[in-house]
């Protein structure tokens, strides 16, 4: 089995969606997969992982021939930087900050997402040329 990295983000949140923009530009190597965390794809993990309840976060789930990961929060943001590799150096500066400060930040900027960046009606479709690269 093939390592496989999905990113799991808010579909109806403008922040999450400029974000899963911003990656497919960047991720050349096509090394993330995306689904929205209103999608079939993320119920199906939430039974394996308690954590998701209630969930109003980035995930990121890796899954690899040994074993699987999911990451939160800042944890998250920084897996997804330290794979990209023009924008490595903001995952070493993450690392730098204690986790009790990068998710502190993470919550705030997470209960304004919707009032800056706005809530849409429904969850970001992938265009053609992206549809393989989202789960349902």
């Known amino acids: 089995m093939r390592e496989q990295n999905i990113i799991f983000f808010d579909g109806v949140c403008g922040l999450c ?16 997969l995306y689904s ?3 999608g079939e794809t993320f119920r199906s993990i939430k039974r394996d992982h308690p954590e998701t309840l ?12 040994a074993k699987e990961v999911l990451l939160q929060k800042s944890d998250a943001l920084i897996y997804i930087v330290d794979n990209l590799p023009r924008y490595r150096w903001l995952a070493v500066i993450g690392r730098i900050l204690p986790e009790l400060i990068r998710d502190a930040a993470y919550r705030a900027i997470a209960a304004t ?6 809530k849409r009606d429904s969850c970001r ?3 053609p040329e992206e549809r393989a690269r989202f789960l349902p």
């Open 125 to 127: 479709l992938p265009t």
């Open 113 to 118: 997402r919707y009032r800056i960046w706005g």
């Open 17 to 32: 969606s400029r974000m899963v923009d911003f990656v497919l530009r960047e991720d050349q190597k096509r090394f993330f």
């Open 54 to 65: 209630n969930a109003d976060s980035i995930f990121v789930l890796s899954r690899g021939p």
């Open 36 to 38: 929205p965390l209103q």
